[in-house]
């Protein structure tokens, strides 16, 4: 199959790499010029572990290349991918659709024969309907058909998610897409991933409920944590208790700062705002999205507590910025509002991440200062907070950290130590959801 991939940032170039790996012709567009010169140039724009590996095997392959312009590919592309960013628009919370109807603007002049557009983005129900459009409005003779393929790999592990889905979801409209995009994933296909066929606007929502159901889920423990601290529980064994039960299951059922990143905060609000307007509000959602704001300041609080009440004047080291390990992106990450609650009340802050500091700095106070790996970042500090779960931070050399510290407080938003191995070395220690 011949692909185009509109879009070649995290969802864009993760897919047209590894469609490019199932053996289609793969060519990735992308306005941004310098993006476009650096993927030709075998530089990868972001942090994704395998994915350099992975372009550079296709690009060699000669089934993967880079684009600034989308006549000449779409016009041979048999499927036509949307992959453009839907951030939340200014002011009221709704998925800027601007990017995606843009863009299929620009593909409504080029298509040539049947051609197959699939938004990929996370788009709102109904979004399809518009693409469809655009598209028979700015060109009548077109012969095309508009798809729903939603996306749902995890930053950090997008290569593995990408090929190994738990489902890949289909909406069509168009019965004549349905063996085009069999043959599109045919690998994962026969490898028994479900291809789940429906209707487009039941595909555009279906994302949208996973998020909010993921999003929900993790907000859900984060609540029981707060009920476990104040009634002497382990959240921990209470995640598994309830995991064990294959109608709840164990997976993001861990208790931390609150969930972050570019996907859970943009689509919980996009589906409270598509609720709202279809007069069918989404309460659970409503307060999901209400509880894990509340929750990321609140976590400033719990750090000031741990240091005995106040942080003024004291120095506090924040191991991990990015919204979750495995990334450089900063997006929402829990850290911003946590690092600005400790500065409001009084703190230096110095801050350390194994991949995002460059993406960190332009989004912190100027007062935060940077160090170059964990023991320099608390050199000095009265407190380490976890607020990403690196590896790297896992293993930490607990004697070492103790003697560089003023005063040897950890404060742990991941739960990746337990009181018993770290009060061995001295240390006061404060979880998320466990009884002291
Ligand atoms: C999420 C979904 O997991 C993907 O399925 C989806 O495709 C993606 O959004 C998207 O819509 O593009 P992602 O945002 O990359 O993926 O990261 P997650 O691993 O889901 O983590 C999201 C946030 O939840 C992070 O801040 C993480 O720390 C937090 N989290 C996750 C918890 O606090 N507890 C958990 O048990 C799991």
Redesign the pocket.
């Known amino acids: 199959m011949k692909i185009a991939m509109i879009g070649s940032g995290?969802?864009g170039l993760v897919s047209g790499a590894c469609l490019a790996d199932f053996g289609h012709d793969v060519v990735c567009i992308d306005k941004a010029d310098d993006k476009v010169e650096a993927l030709k140039a075998g530089r990868i724009p972001i942090f994704e572990p395998g994915l350099d590996e992975l372009v550079a095997k296709n690009v060699k392959a000669g089934r993967l290349t880079f684009e600034t312009a989308l006549a000449e590919p779409v016009a041979a592309a048999d499927v036509v991918f949307i992959a453009v960013g839907t951030p939340s628009r200014r002011g009221d919370g709704h998925a800027d659709l601007s990017y995606v109807y843009g863009a299929a603007r620009e593909i409504a002049a080029s298509i040539r024969g049947f051609t197959i557009v699939v938004t990929k983005s996370?788009v709102p129900v109904g979004t399809g309907d518009e693409v469809e459009r655009i598209i028979r409005e700015e060109n009548p003779q077109a012969d095309f058909a508009v798809v729903s393929n939603?996306?749902?790999?995890?930053?950090?592990?997008?290569i593995s998610?990408f090929k190994r889905p738990d489902r890949i979801v289909v909406g069509i409209e168009d019965e004549r897409a349905r063996d085009v995009m069999t043959e599109v994933y045919r690998p994962l296909y026969l490898n028994h991933s479900p291809l789940l066929f429906t209707e487009r606007r039941t595909s555009e929502l279906i994302?949208y409920a996973?998020?909010a159901f993921?999003?929900m889920?993790?907000t859900f423990?984060?609540e029981m944590a707060d009920l476990c601290e104040a009634v002497g529980a382990d959240v921990q064994a209470v995640a598994r208790g309830i995991g064990l039960d294959n109608r709840i299951g164990g997976?993001?059922?861990?208790?931390?700062?609150?969930?972050?990143?570019?996907?859970?905060p943009k689509?919980t609000l996009a589906l409270v705002k598509t609720a709202q307007d279809a007069a069918s509000p989404v309460r659970l959602i409503e307060t999901t999205v209400a509880v894990n704001d509340q929750r990321k300041r609140a976590m400033g609080r719990k750090v000031m507590a741990a240091c005995g009440g106040s942080v003024r004047g004291k120095t506090v080291a924040v191991l991990g910025l990015t919204?979750?390990p495995n990334?450089d992106?900063m997006r929402?990450?829990?850290s911003l509002s946590i690092i600005q609650a400790l500065i409001d009340q009084g703190a230096e802050v110095k801050a350390y991440d194994p991949e995002g500091i460059d993406q960190a700095k332009p989004l912190l106070d100027a007062s935060v200062a940077f160090a170059s790996g964990p023991y320099d970042c608390a050199e000095g500090a009265d407190a380490v907070v976890i607020v990403?779960?690196w590896d790297s931070f896992r293993a930490l050399d607990l004697s070492r950290l103790k003697s560089v510290m003023r005063q040897p407080v950890l404060v742990d938003l991941?739960n990746i130590y337990r009181e018993d191995e770290v009060a061995r070395f001295g240390f006061t220690y404060t979880g998320v959801g466990r009884p002291a």
Do not use: Q
Request: charged share 30%; glycine share 10%; with cysteine.
């Open positions: 995290y969802v996370t939603p996306e749902f790999l995890r930053e950090g592990a997008a998610d994302k996973a998020n993921l999003a889920k993790i423990i984060n997976k993001f059922l861990h208790a931390g700062p609150g969930y972050g990143g570019s996907c859970f689509d919204f979750k990334t992106d929402d990450a829990p990403t779960e991941r």
